[in-house]
C-alpha cells in the first residue's frame, strides 16, 4: 500500500519540475528592448575600459563563486593542492617569494614579491636570493630566511603528502640561510624551470607553524601567511572569509572583505547569481552563457547588471587513446579517430562557438607552438582509407571492422560528471559507429577515474591538463619514463625522438632555443596523434557592474588592485 | 475486479507493451518502405545494411512509397532537424518534436518510448533477481529453523541495513557498468530483504497448518513440501511487496541517472533526461526535459502502486472467499 504522502510527494516533484513561464515577455516595450541590446565587448566578453579606470576607493566586500571546495587549505599537501583554490588564495592569503608579472602577458615575466631580487650563478646551479625586509606573517611574527628553508624542508621530507609539488625540488642539494634574509639553493643538475618554480610555487607559512603533524597542522584549516588579506572563518560547505590585513608590508588592499562562496551545482551557482549574489561568478555553463545574450527584459540581470569574461586559460582538452591497446598503437588509428571526430558539430552545439580548437600542448597563445600546425579536418572518407590501410577492415560483414578475427571495440572512460563529455561522446560514438568502429560508453566516478588513467586501466579517456605559468614543461607527461606511477604519460606514448628533445628542453636556458625545441615537440606530438587535442578552455566568468580593477590574466585576476565604486558600495 | 484494479492493469499493459514495441513505435527507420525498387517490410527490426545510414526524414523523399513509425526518429539519432533550425538545441515541443528535443537534438518522445524499456527491465529485473533469492532464503530459513534460520535472519538484516545508495556509488567504481545488465543484477541483490523476511514469516506460518503436515505425515521430502506447497502459499503477499520493489528500482534508476552512475550512455533512460532537466531549469528554461520523463516516472511509479493495491484486494478477496467455504 502507499501510504498518500508518498502519493502526494510524487505529484509535487512533477509540479516542481513545470518552471514558471515569465510574465516579463507582454510587458517589453520597444524602447526597453533596444537599451537591452549586449555590446560587442560584453558578447566578447571583453572588460570594457572604465573597469580599470578611475581613483580607488577603501571599503567594501567583495563575493565571488568557487565551484569547488578543497579538503584544506595547505596547497602544499597533496589532499588539498586543489588547483582553483590554491590559484584563489596566491597573492590574496599566501604569498610567494616572485609572482608572475600579469603586465607582461602573454610572457609573463617574474617579478619580486617577498624575494627584494635573486641572482643565478653563470652554471645556473646556485641562486641566492634576498629577501624583503619588514615583511609579518598574519601571527605578527616576522618572515625571515628560516620561513624559506621551513618551507621547503617541508615539500622536501618524504614522510608528508607533497608529491605534487616535491617533483620540482627533488634536484635540490641544498638550502641554506646565512643570514636572516638571505637563502642560498644549491640545485644538482640544470632545470630551465628550477627557479622559476622555486620563486614561485611555494606559498610562505610561518616555520613554527609547519611544526607538528603535516596531515594535522592547524594552518590546514586556517591558514597563515603575509598576504594582504587575512583568514577569519571558514563554514564548511558555505564560504571562506578573509579580512584586510592591516600590517601588510606593500600597498594596503581597497577591499576590506572577500568572501568565498563554495556553490558546486552549475544550476544552483546561476541562479544565485542571478539573485546578485556575487561580485563575481565563475565557470559560467556555455549553455548558461549563450542563453543571457537574448536582449529580452528576462536577461536585463546580466546585461545591465554584469560585465562579461572570457579569457583563454593556459588549458585544453584531449582525448587518450591507451596505446597498449591493439587498435590504439598504431598512429593510423589515431589520425583516423582525428578525421572522425566532429569537431565543428561539436563547436557549434557543444562548447556554442566559445572554445578555440588546439593542437598544441604549449600555452596556445605562447610562442612555444608551431603556428604552422593543423587542425586534422572532419573527414570520414579520409579515416575509412587510414583504417583500411591499418588492416581494419569489415570481413564477415556486420558493420564492425575487425582485423585478424578481433573486431575494433573499446570502451570510452569518462569522468561521469564531465558535462561536455556527457554530450560529446554520443556524438563520436554515432560517427564510430558509421566508420565501423563500435564505441561502448563508460561513465567512472571522478575519485576513481584519475586512479583508472593511471593505472593505463581504460581504453580511451579524456581529460583536461591546465598550468598556470605559461611556460611549461611537458616531459611528465609525453616522455617515455613518465609512464604508469612515474608521471603522466597516461597514454604509454614512446618515442625516442620527442624523449630527445624534451631532455634538451630541460637544460636549455635560451628562450628562443628552448621554442624551436619546444615546437619540435608540438609538431611531433601532432603528428603522432598521442591525443587527439580538442580545444582551450576559456574562464567565462562575470563581473558585477561596480566592480573596478578587475583584469583577467593566466595568473587569475589581481585582487589586490580591485576596489567598489562608491555608488556600488555595500 | 474492480475498476481501479482494471485501470492498473490496463495501465501496465500499456507500459508494457510501449517498452516491447518500442522499436516499432519511434525509429530513424520506417515500418515499410519501397526505394530503389527494393521493398524492406520492417527495416527498424531487421536493420538493412543497405539503409544503414539512412533516416525517414531522408528516405521519405527518395522513397516509392513509405510507411512511418508513429515517431520518425529514434532514440539515439542527434540533430535530425537541424537544418531547419538556427538555434541550438534542445528545441521546444513542436509538430516535428512533439514532446521537444534534448541538448542533442534528440526526440524527447522517442526517448521516453526507449526509455521505457530500460525503465521497466530495470524495475522488473532487478525485481525477479530479488524476488528469487529473498523467496530462496526465506523458506529456507522460515521451513528449517534454528541455525540456518539464524544465520539467513542475520545475513538478512545485514544486508538491509546496507545503505543501498552508497553502496552503489562505490560499486559503480569498482564494476564497469557499459550495460544496463550488472547495474539490474546489482540491484537485484541488495533489494531481496524485504521479500526474504515476509516469506520467512509466512513460511513459519504455513509449515504449522494442517495440509502442510498432512502432506508430511504423508512421506513428502522437503522439497516437494516447498515447492508445492509452501511456496506457492506463500508467493501473493509477496508478489503484491514485489510490485512496490518495481515502483522503487524505477526511482532509483532516477537517482543514480542523476548522479552520473546510472544507465551509461546513449542507453535512453529516464533519469538521464532528468539530469538534462536539472541543467536547463533557467538558463536556457527547457520546461519539457522535466515535465515529460517526470510525468513518465510518476505515472509508472503509481501505475506500479496501484497493481500492488490491486493484487492486494484480490488476494484478500479470494483469502475472504476461502474463509466462507470453510
Known sequence: MV???????????????????????????????????PTRAWLDGRLPAEVTEGTPVKGGTFTMRVHVEPAGLNRLHDQMAEGTMSRYMAGTIYESLAELDRDTHPRYDLKPLLAQSWEESADHKTLTIHLRKGVKFHDGSSFTSRDVKAVADVVRNPKNATKSIASSFEDVESITTPDEHTVVVKWKKVYYLANRNLLTSLPMMPAKALEGDFDTLAINRAPIGTGPWRFVSWE??????????????GQPAWLDQIVVRFVKDETVAAQLWEKGEFDLMTRIAPTVWRSIEKPDPSNAWAIRGYHRVRFTDNSYGWVGWN??????????VRRALAHLYPAEKVARNIDLDLEPPTTCPFYSEGPSCDPEVKPIPYDPAAAARLLDEAGWKDSNGDGVRDREGDPFQFTFASNAYSVKMGKLLPLLQEELRKAG??????KVEAATYIKRLRDQDYDACSLNWSNFDPIQDNYAIFHSSQTGKNGSNWVGYQNPEVDRLLEQIRAEFDDARRIELERAVHRALFEDQVYLWLTNRPMLDAVKVGVMGMKPSLAWYDLRKVWRAPAAKQ | MSRRARLAFGLLALLVGTALFADLLANELPLAVRTGGVTYVLPALTKPLALADTTQLGLASAAEWIVHTPVPFGPNQTFATAVTRAEAAP?????????????LGRDVLARLIHGARVSLLIGFGAVLIALLVGLFLGVVAGYYGGFIDAAISRLTEVTFT?????????????????????LVIVMGLTRWTDIARLVRA??????ELDFVLAVRVLGASDARILARHIVPNALPPVLVAATFGV??????????????????????????????AHRYLVHPGAWWLAVFPGLAVAGTVLTMNLVGEALQDLQSATSNATHQTR
Open chain 1, 3 to 37: 501510504p498518500p504522502m508518498r502519493r502526494l510527494a510524487l505529484v509535487l516533484l512533477v509540479l516542481a519540475a513545470c518552471p514558471k513561464k515569465d510574465a516579463a515577455d507582454a510587458g517589453a516595450s520597444q524602447g526597453a528592448a533596444q537599451a537591452l541590446t
Open chain 1, 236 to 249: 564548511t560547505g558555505r564560504a571562506l572569509t578573509f579580512t584586510r590585513f592591516d600590517g601588510y608590508w
Open chain 1, 323 to 332: 596505446e597498449a591497446r591493439p587498435f590504439f598503437a598504431d598512429k593510423k
Open chain 1, 437 to 442: 568502429i563500435a564505441m561502448d560508453i563508460e
Open chain 2, 91 to 103: 528545441w521546444a515541443p513542436d509538430a516535428e518534436h512533439l514532446l521537444g528535443t534534448d541538448e
Open chain 2, 162 to 182: 546496507f545503505p543501498s545508495f552508497f553502496f552503489f556509488i562505490a560499486l559503480a567504481g569498482m564494476l564497469r557498468f557499459t550495460s544496463v545488465v550488472p
Open chain 2, 202 to 207: 509466512e513460511t513459519l506460518k504455513l509449515k
Open chain 2, 247 to 276: 515502483a522503487s528500482a524505477i526511482l532509483l534508476e532516477s537517482a543514480l541517472a542523476f548522479l552520473g552512475i546510472g544507465v551509461p550512455p546513449p542507453t535512453a533512460s529516464w533519469g538521464e533526461l532528468l539530469i538534462q
